[in-house]
Each structure stands twice: as structure tokens, then as C-alpha cells.
């Protein structure tokens, strides 16, 4: 009866793995040279879903990114160079696949705008240091003088 159980235990944990094993597949790719795989890895994952958040197609279960990693793998092979592949995917799924924005008339904000913000930065910082490297010491008022003599003396004499 023991036996039984154990089978059966066995038996129902191979039944429950399969869809675990089955999600978990690896998609293995065949290029004619190793240069081409390596492409390949660069490409998918220098790529974002659009399904997914901020996920890249190499790692991505969802099958748009299994199209598009089909979709390169294809590019590949028809001898295409990245940079057709990267324009192909920007034609069909728009600017937002590309991980690292091309600089153009629609992305130059994005890209020049850090540059900006250090520089205003950097010049504000220059004019405080400057302004309170030169900023003069005023002399004291006669009148400021016997109040702070009066001061000592007092305090001297406690």
C-alpha cells in the first residue's frame, strides 16, 4: 500500500511539472557562424517588448517577443546588417522597442537636456563661489564699536 502511495505521488508530480517544463522551453537559434549568434543575443536584447514592461524579447515569455525574436533570427539569415534590422522594428512597432533612443529632431531634449541641466548647474555654482569669494567686509560703525566694546568690558568684568 506504501508503494501505492509513493507511485501515485510520483505520478501526480510528473503530471503538475509538464506545463512547468513545457513554459520554460528554450528557444534555440541555428546561425551559420557563431558572429551571426552573437548578433543575434545583441539584437534581442537590445530590444524591448511592446507588450511587456520594460522587458526585453530575449527574456520575454509573451508571444509578440517570440515573433520578433523570430522575425531577427530571419533578418539575420537574409544577410540584413543590425541597423536595417533595428529600422525594421522601428517601422513596425515605433521608437518605443529601441532601448536607447535614436537622436533626432523628437529625441534631442532628451538626449541634450542633462548636458544643460549640468552646465546651468555648474554655472550657478561658480557665481555663489565667486560672490562670496568677493564679497567685502564691511567696517563697523562707530556706533557698533562701543556696543561691542561695552560688551567685552562688561563680560570682562563678570
Known amino acids: ?31 551559420e557562424r557563431p558572429v551571426m549568434a552573437e548578433r543575434y543575443r545583441d539584437l534581442t536584447a537590445s530590444l524591448r517588448c511592446p507588450k511587456c514592461d520594460a522587458q526585453a524579447i530575449d527574456s520575454s515569455d509573451s508571444p509578440v517577443a517570440a515573433d520578433m525574436r523570430e522575425r531577427v533570427a530571419d533578418l539575420l539569415r537574409e544577410g540584413r546588417s543590425d541597423k536595417e534590422i533595428l529600422d525594421y522594428m522601428v517601422a513596425r512597432f515605433g521608437e518605443f522597442v529601441l532601448y536607447n533612443p535614436r537622436l533626432d529632431e523628437r529625441t534631442w531634449l532628451l538626449w541634450g537636456l542633462p548636458f544643460v541641466l549640468v552646465m546651468i548647474g555648474g554655472f550657478i555654482v561658480a557665481v555663489f563661489v565667486r560672490k562670496r569669494k568677493h564679497a567685502q567686509v564691511r567696517a563697523l560703525s562707530a556706533e557698533e564699536r562701543e556696543y561691542l566694546n561695552a560688551l567685552f568690558n562688561r563680560e570682562g568684568s563678570e
Open 1 to 31: 500500500m506504501a508503494l501505492m502511495t509513493r507511485a501515485g505521488l510520483l505520478l501526480l508530480l510528473l503530471i503538475t511539472s509538464v506545463p512547468v517544463l513545457a513554459d520554460s522551453a528554450i528557444e534555440v537559434r541555428d546561425f
